[in-house]
């Protein structure tokens, strides 16, 4: 048996291919959009594609499966379960619980594990030649290492009202199937530590049934019988769903057009720039917080092209609009593939640095960074503090007086950002602070300083943290 994990480190991510050597066909879980790496991996193995799989409609990521299956000619067997409203709207094998197939001599076998989604799947998979006796569980986002599957993304995301209740208690009962499974079956999840598909998950890659049932808070509870507090603690201080999630679960579900290759992007002119300012594009800074904040252009939001590149993408940028990218040309590839993982398409092309503006008499704007020492004066002055980190984290300690504005929401809560007085934007370690910056900069706001050190350093130094 040929076995591959495939993780993407953007959205903390993980499909996986699995090949019979001897029948030369593999399948692969849960795909990501750009398939390249997965045609590629086979090819090396002398083995074809024939089955493509996923364990249910995703909202974090676009899924590569119909992209896969176009190039490949594979089969796409996806899940016929959770009911009316949770049909795949286009061709494939529907599965259900119980339903089992093979690739080569290996044995897949369906299980129904709904509470994350109402249609999630899980796939138990026996090597038939080496033992009777099943070896892996891929669980998708119904158990990851150390933690669950959350099941308030349909009513947060995709505004589906009274589903993230029912999803709780369907997760318990999906665990407590789970339990019944041996104990050193391994498990290998759809996510790991990073995604805003639970709240808790492990670093490490794979699990076993037996580790989890020890080391997993959700089996304490269902190991004592409280279903009420395995539903409490599972809802209570989950992560705010990025904004593109609803968008991924329309996207996963419906026909759409196919990207079956990377894009390569058009590199504009200083007067395609000019043009495309004058019109409102967004444009996307995807230098280090540090170089922007030495200059940037006037309106751009710096999202850093790091591994969160494409989450904080999909929080500011819709499915219809165009935009710009400024970006070292060697770094095009990888940013693409971020963006067209989560369907950000309509990339106009991109600037390779500032020059393009400035050598047409354009003047840079620039970042007003503040060290911890004028963040306390200005603060003793009466200024603004907003403190742009997530709900959870806020409410685990931040500095007296401080309001908590998310910076993923701050476009639609501008009202609560003061223009009379002065504002300190601040987060955990900058980066969303430089974010939040640049966003309200672009709104006309003229009376922001950046604290970007943030809360690291200030708890660093001993300052004091209010609950």
Same mark, same amino acid.
């Given at each position: 048996?040929?076995?591959?994990?495939?993780?993407?480190?953007?959205?903390?991510?993980?499909?996986?291919?699995?090949?019979?050597?001897?029948?030369?066909?593999?399948?692969?879980?849960?795909?990501?959009?750009?398939?390249?790496?997965?045609?590629?991996?086979?090819?090396?193995?002398?083995?074809?594609?024939?089955?493509?799989?996923?364990?249910?409609?995703?909202?974090?990521?676009?899924?590569?499966?119909?992209?896969?299956?176009?190039?490949?000619?594979?089969?796409?067997?996806?899940?016929?379960?959770?009911?009316?409203?949770?049909?795949?709207?286009?061709?494939?094998?529907?599965?259900?619980?119980?339903?089992?197939?093979?690739?080569?001599?290996?044995?897949?076998?369906?299980?129904?594990?709904?509470?994350?989604?109402?249609?999630?799947?899980?796939?138990?998979?026996?090597?038939?030649?080496?033992?009777?006796?099943?070896?892996?569980? !891929?669980?998708?986002?119904?158990?990851?290492?150390?933690?669950?599957?959350?099941?308030?993304?349909?009513?947060?995301?995709?505004?589906?009202?009274?589903?993230?209740?029912?999803?709780?208690?369907?997760?318990?009962?999906?665990?407590?199937?789970?339990?019944?499974?041996?104990? +050193?079956?391994?498990?290998?999840?759809?996510?790991?530590?990073?995604?805003?598909?639970?709240?808790?998950?492990?670093?490490?890659?794979?699990?076993?049934?037996?580790?989890?049932?020890?080391?997993?808070?959700?089996?304490? !509870?269902?190991?004592?019988?409280?279903?009420?507090?395995?539903?409490?603690?599972?809802?209570?201080?989950?992560?705010?769903?990025?904004? +593109?999630?609803?968008?991924?679960?329309?996207?996963?579900?419906?026909?759409?057009?196919?990207?079956?290759?990377?894009?390569?992007?058009?590199?504009?002119?200083?007067?395609?720039? #000019?043009?495309?300012?004058?019109?409102?594009?967004?444009?996307?800074?995807?230098?280090?917080?540090?170089?922007?904040?030495?200059? +940037?252009?006037?309106?751009?939001?710096?999202?850093?092209?790091?591994?969160?590149?494409?989450?904080?993408?999909?929080?500011?940028?819709?499915?219809?609009?165009?935009?710009?990218?400024?970006?070292?040309?060697?770094?095009?590839?990888?940013?693409?593939?971020?963006?067209?993982?989560?369907?950000?398409?309509?990339?106009?092309?991109?600037?390779?640095?500032?020059?393009?503006?400035?050598?047409?008499? #354009?003047?840079?704007?620039?970042?007003?960074?503040?060290?911890?020492?004028?963040?306390?004066?200005?603060?003793?002055?009466?200024?603004?503090?907003?403190?742009?980190?997530?709900?959870?984290?806020?409410?685990?300690?931040?500095?007296?007086?401080?309001?908590?504005?998310?910076?993923?929401?701050?476009?639609?809560?501008?009202?609560?950002?003061?223009?009379?007085?002065?504002?300190?934007?601040?987060?955990?370690?900058?980066?969303?602070?430089?974010?939040?910056?640049?966003?309200?900069?672009?709104?006309?706001?003229?009376?922001?300083?950046?604290?970007?050190?943030?809360?690291?350093?200030?708890?660093?130094?001993?300052?004091?943290?209010?609950?």
């Amino acid at each position: 048996m040929l076995f591959q994990h495939i993780y993407d480190k953007s959205l903390a991510q993980a499909s996986y291919l699995i090949g019979c050597q001897k029948a030369g066909v593999a399948a692969v879980i849960d795909p990501k959009r750009d398939v390249d790496t997965y045609i590629d991996i086979a090819a090396q193995n002398g083995m074809k594609i024939t089955h493509v799989m996923e364990t249910h409609i995703h909202a974090d990521f676009l899924s590569g499966a119909r992209e896969l299956a176009a190039l490949t000619g594979a089969k796409m067997y996806l899940s016929d379960e959770g009911g009316e409203g949770w049909e795949y709207e286009f061709p494939h094998e529907g599965v259900k619980d119980g339903d089992s197939f093979m690739v080569g001599n290996l044995k897949f076998e369906v299980m129904h594990t709904p509470g994350h989604t109402p249609e999630s799947i899980s796939f138990l998979l026996t090597d038939t030649p080496a033992s009777p006796e099943p070896v892996m569980f !891929f669980t998708g986002d119904f158990v990851f290492v150390g933690d669950i599957g959350r099941p308030d993304l349909l009513e947060k995301a995709a505004g589906m009202k009274g589903t993230q209740d029912a999803g709780a208690h369907q997760m318990y009962k999906s665990i407590t199937k789970f339990s019944k499974l041996p104990d +050193y079956i391994q498990v290998w999840p759809g996510h790991g530590a990073g995604s805003a598909c639970g709240k808790a998950l492990g670093a490490v890659p794979s699990s076993t049934v037996g580790y989890e049932k020890i080391r997993n808070w959700a089996f304490r !509870f269902s190991q004592a019988n409280d279903e009420k507090g395995f539903v409490n603690f599972l809802l209570e201080d989950q992560p705010e769903p990025p904004k +593109y999630f609803a968008m991924m679960k329309k996207l996963n579900k419906v026909n759409r057009p196919l990207l079956t290759e990377v894009p390569t992007l058009k590199k504009l002119s200083g007067l395609d720039l #000019g043009e495309s300012m004058e019109r409102g594009i967004k444009i996307i800074d995807t230098r280090n917080k540090t170089e922007f904040a030495k200059g +940037y252009l006037p309106g751009s939001i710096n999202i850093q092209g790091n591994n969160s590149f494409a989450t904080w993408a999909g929080w500011y940028l819709n499915y219809e609009e165009p935009f710009i990218l400024l970006a070292d040309p060697n770094q095009l590839d990888d940013l693409t593939r971020k963006l067209m993982r989560i369907g950000l398409d309509n990339v106009m092309g991109y600037i390779p640095s500032t020059e393009s503006y400035t050598s047409h008499g #354009g003047k840079l704007e620039t970042v007003n960074n503040i060290n911890i020492d004028e963040l306390k004066k200005l603060k003793s002055e009466g200024a603004q503090l907003v403190d742009l980190r997530g709900a959870a984290e806020f409410k685990a300690g931040h500095i007296e007086g401080a309001e908590n504005v998310f910076v993923g929401t701050l476009l639609s809560n501008l009202d609560k950002i003061s223009k009379d007085k002065n504002v300190v934007v601040f987060c955990q370690g900058g980066d969303r602070a430089t974010i939040g910056y640049s966003l309200l900069a672009g709104k006309g706001f003229k009376n922001i300083s950046n604290y970007s050190p943030s809360m690291n350093e200030w708890i660093a130094q001993g300052n004091p943290i209010v609950y």
